[in-house]
């Protein structure tokens, strides 16, 4: 949306001069009628909503990562307009999602009004039915803030039977950050491109100052089961068959399983659960990791002067492959902003808030912290870019929005620690989990008895 909105005035003057004389009088002419023009100039970079007639509370809830945190910022402002309060709730992500789940799985009133997720998120949510569908303002409001410089792929990820649930904000994935001068020194030419490479690469990385060479996000089984969903496509497997019977147990899941648990091993050891994809993007920043493969939203302390002393040895390049030949393992992300249906505010208002947050001028200003999901935006942006948006496009692809997703995202959560905390092998946890996801498919009504 342009926010430099102009005010047209008229301005009448009229004047009368009269005058007389000793035997007659006249009456002076008219002056013509002037019109002026005046220009009232808004700050681009406010919240410029008129106020609403009565006083409103928008609570937001999202999950911090510096251009998310400059986004619910945007929101914030309109705190500057009369009649509306803002409250941003920043949690950890799994606390986020278990508030969500939470409030909104009661069916009463929704005490956020603006809630940040993805695609992985929605897979629950939109089936569900806890989010509103947003095509009427998308309709209503599309031209005022420009929407279609936002491709419909990114808003494919918040898109459930036919409707659009969520607004695009920043796009995201697993890439790679290395020190070229590690690199170097360890006669190693640019980044690895599959696991096997990285394998290769933390045995040659043998600096003393290093914690470890490599850091890849095994900390938790949350954060197993998104590199296990990007391990397992590489290999050219997925999570379920059209009738949603698991297929993540099958030689393809205990192929990248157990090459998730060789790159655990060499470059790791047991030290991978003090390295979840947070420590990582500080190791990589205060040099004390060589390299890393983790959220691209994690990353802007990398070449933030004031973080790392590191900035002009840290490189950037797209998400190894775990099959040597196959995609990217790197999934498809876009941070999204989604309306609960159960809002007691009024939807209009919070959407036009989003959008004052999500429109060019913003994103704009935004470019330097993430990879904003407005295509015409080309200046200014972050420098790992370039391997956010060909992991995107090699990569392997978004979450299925499908309500049985999540209860395999809990199985796969609850079994993969056991293999690399070394109680299970791969195929003794994946057929656990198969059948614990089967189970509660079933009672679901997902998987047909």
Not at 5 to 10: A, P, T, W
Not at 13 to 22: N, Q, R, S, T
């Amino acid at each position: 949306m342009i926010k430099l909105r102009y005010l047209l005035g008229l301005l009448m003057i009229g004047a009368f001069v009269l005058g007389a004389c000793a035997t007659d009088a006249a009456e002076a002419p008219e002056e013509a009628e002037e019109a002026a023009e005046v220009v009232v100039a808004v700050d681009p970079e406010a919240c410029n909503l008129a106020a609403p007639a009565e006083a409103v509370e928008i609570n937001l809830i999202h999950w911090p990562f510096a251009s998310m945190d400059f986004m619910a910022a945007e929101v914030e402002k309109c705190q500057e307009v009369e009649n509306i309060s803002v409250n941003v709730q920043a949690l950890a992500f799994t606390d986020v999602v278990d508030a969500i789940n939470l409030a909104l799985s009661t069916g009463n009133d929704s005490p956020y009004d603006i809630v940040h997720g993805t695609a992985a998120e929605f897979a629950n949510w939109g089936p569900q039915g806890w989010m509103m569908p947003l095509d009427d303002l998308i309709a209503k409001y599309g031209d005022e803030y420009g929407l279609d410089d936002i491709s419909a792929g990114a808003f494919s990820g918040a898109t459930f039977d036919g409707k659009v649930y969520g607004i695009p904000l920043i796009g995201d994935s697993q890439v790679i950050a290395y020190r070229t001068d590690l690199f170097e020194a360890a006669g190693l030419s640019g980044a690895p491109t599959t696991y096997d490479e990285i394998i290769t690469a933390c045995e040659a990385l043998t600096d003393p100052s290093l914690d470890v060479p490599f850091q890849i996000d095994f900390s938790a089984g949350w954060a197993q089961e998104f590199e296990f969903l990007a391990a397992l496509r590489s290999f050219g497997g997925d999570y379920v068959n059209a009738d949603n019977t698991p297929t993540f147990n099958g030689p393809e899941g205990v192929a990248a399983l157990e090459k998730m648990v060789a790159v655990k091993e060499a470059c790791m050891g047991d030290a991978y659960l003090s390295f979840g994809y947070i420590e990582g993007a500080d190791g990589v920043s205060n040099g004390t990791i060589a390299f890393a493969s983790h959220w691209a939203t994690s990353m802007p302390g990398m070449w933030d002067p004031e973080v790392t002393d590191f900035m002009d040895v840290i490189a950037f390049a797209p998400a190894a492959a775990a099959n040597p030949g196959g995609g990217l393992s790197g999934t498809s992300w876009l941070n999204f902003f989604f309306i609960p249906l159960n809002t007691q505010n009024d939807p209009d208002l919070i959407f036009r808030m989003i959008m004052e947050a999500a429109d060019l001028e913003s994103m704009t200003r935004g470019a330097s912290l993430g990879v904003m999901s407005r295509s015409s935006i080309t200046e200014g942006v972050v420098p790992n870019a370039i391997a956010v948006n060909t992991t995107i496009a090699e990569g392997v692809g978004a979450y299925e929005i499908n309500p049985a997703i999540p209860l395999v995202q809990v199985a796969l959560g609850e079994e993969l620690p056991f293999v690399f905390g070394g109680s299970k092998t791969p195929q003794e946890a994946l057929d656990a989990a198969a059948a614990a996801y089967t189970a509660e498919a079933i009672a679901q009504g997902y998987i047909s008895e």
